[in-house]
């Protein structure tokens, strides 16, 4: 947990820093506007490319990669559970941290439906709550039935996430998420356990939601 609430803190001092680069001073009271995150997205992804999946850090870099496979079985229908799953904004509120998400620019690229778009999360720290961004762009193969997500966040975290819908049975749904993280080796483990704990509880609020009717 310890180190957990230092990746947190620096992840917020960072994400001030960057704020206060790109919107000014008179911003950090209330927060980017949706264009202004719209313009950091843009600038993620110049500075760190991160919708293209990186080869493993070389060794010595001061960086890492983790990755991990978590599956659920959903009793509902794929053509239910796939539309639901894969958009992002039923995602919101079923892990506690996760507050809105801002689509930035929707469209069609190479037969797959893409969504741009920044994840805020509030998150608790030391008595008070910081805000979080997650900047990221989701791809989704509706033939194939996955959908992969590659998103970059402070300080410097690369995320490549498959997730495939499998249909077991008329009334059962398997969903693998297939997980890969980049971070500073003093953070990866970090990384992996909140970045799977986290999938873990959003898989779980999902399950729950589609079986009993709510989404």
């Not at 704020?19 to 927060?31: K, R, W, Y």
């Not at 689509?103 to 999360?121: D, Q, S």
């Not at 249909?167 to 969903?175: P, R």
């Amino acid at each position: 947990m310890k180190n957990l609430l230092r990746l947190l803190a620096a992840q917020v001092f960072a994400a001030a820093f960057v704020l206060t680069a790109v919107s000014g001073p008179a911003q950090a009271d209330t927060g980017p506007t949706d264009a202004q995150l719209a313009a950091e997205w843009q600038t993620a992804l110049d500075t760190y490319h991160f919708t293209v999946t990186p080869p493993p850090p070389a060794p010595g870099s001061g960086r890492s990669r983790a990755k991990a496979t978590i599956s659920i079985v959903i009793n509902s229908p794929i053509a239910h559970v796939f539309p639901i799953y894969s958009n992002f904004n039923n995602h919101v509120g079923l892990h506690s941290f996760l507050k809105r998400i801002v689509t930035h620019k929707t469209g069609v690229l190479a037969g797959r439906v893409f969504n741009n778009f920044t994840a805020i999360e509030d998150v608790p720290f030391e008595g008070t709550i910081v805000t979080l961004y997650t900047h990221g762009q989701q791809r989704i193969d509706v033939k194939g039935q996955f959908y992969e997500t590659d998103t970059w966040s402070q300080p410097n975290v690369l995320t490549h996430q498959k997730i495939i819908f499998k249909k077991l049975s008329a009334k059962k749904t398997q969903v693998t998420e297939q997980l890969i993280f980049d971070a500073d080796t003093s953070l990866i483990d970090t990384v992996l356990q909140g970045g799977v704990s986290s999938h873990q509880a959003t898989q779980a609020g999902l399950k729950e939601a589609i079986e009993s009717g709510a989404l």
